[in-house]
């Protein structure tokens, strides 16, 4: 039996890896499932699958887990130290699906006992990207992606050399606002921008797939995962959803991925990997699909892209300051207090401020200095918006 633990288990990806899992129940052996705020879900799996432990990313809800695995062996546990003592609990298999930063420190802890991590949550590599492959390479662990982009780029590469890779260009649907006049994107309102046209995910990441936030992050995490510079990473464009990423070869040969828009594609060929196992999603019929569309993105809709490759330029811990006042601006987008063009505003002010603070971003890249830059991003955020609303 493989031991696996999931983390942000109650999410969208995390809820995906379970219904795999779930299929096969005596194929593994669950050591480890975390969640955040939804403890019915986070208990009633946790029974059904007979973890050893479940963990609340918040300490206050601890009394509420415990009641909720109250007659089970079940073992309750909560806050950010215990998600880092469960993801050192020795397991084959760990998905890394928290949302936010807040999934760095276990998914490190997970790497330094050697783990398999199947990584969902982006963030961490935008963040700490060199850290997280470091820390990899010194333990034997390995690192497969989960970004159904990034995994179609690992699938195409199977076989080839990244030394002859020429370009890597990852689509994007262009989210809830695709079609919209640029002038109307002012006013979008958060329900607007939670809904995806194809895929079914979690708020955060639906609405960062508005305003592009999301595929900055995903140009950042191909530079970090796959070791190509800035210049080879190319966005397209493409409403369908199906081809997910392609890779360009230097005899001009492009090798593409393409599937339903799906997670448990991505999500089962890290769990099977290296074999590609029977998995429960819909077949592309390409004849009645008939047409696929693509182009390139417009850089004005999405000033986020444009933040991404002046983060590569910049290199060091500008990663972390960038998605940490992405993650605060998010925030307070959800809460109201900005509109939705704000959040790139305030993002790219942020960026600056923390980029002229002497020594800051050229600190070395350890899990302290970038919870701390983190940390003052998300300061600098609020301090902005507080101008801006006070
Ligand atoms: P969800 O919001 O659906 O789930 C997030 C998970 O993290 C939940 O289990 C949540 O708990 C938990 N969580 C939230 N905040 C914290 C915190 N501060 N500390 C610890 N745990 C926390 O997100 P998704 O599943 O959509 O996304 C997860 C990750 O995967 C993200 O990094 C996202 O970018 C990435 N991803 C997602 C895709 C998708 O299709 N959804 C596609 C590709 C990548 P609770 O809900 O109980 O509060
Ligand atoms: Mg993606």
Known sequence: MRKISIFGATGSIGQNTIDLIRRDPEAYDIV??????????????????RAEVAITAHDHRLPELR?????????????????VEAASRPADWIMSAIVGAAGLAPGLRALEQGSTLALANKESLVCAGRLLMKTAEAHGARILPVDSEHSAVFQALVGERIDEVERIIITASGGAFRDWPLADLRTATLAQASSHPNWDMGQRITVDSASMFNKALEVIETREFFGVAPEQIEVLVHPQSLVHALVGFRDGALMSHLGAPDMRHAIGYALHWPERRALPVARLDLASIGQLEFRAPDLARYPALRLAQEVMRRGGLCGAAFNGAKER?????????????????ITEQVLASLEAEPGLIDASMTLENVTRVDGLSRDAVDQVVTQRTG
């Open 32 to 49: 480890a499932l975390s969640g955040g705020h939804n403890i019915a879900q986070l208990a009633r799996d946790a029974i059904e699958l």
């Open 67 to 83: 009641a909720a695995l109250a007659g089970s062996d079940v073992e309750a546990a909560a806050g950010a130290d215990a998600l």
């Open 329 to 345: 601006a998010l925030d307070h987008f959800i809460a109201g207090h900005i509109g939705f063009l704000d959040m790139a505003d």
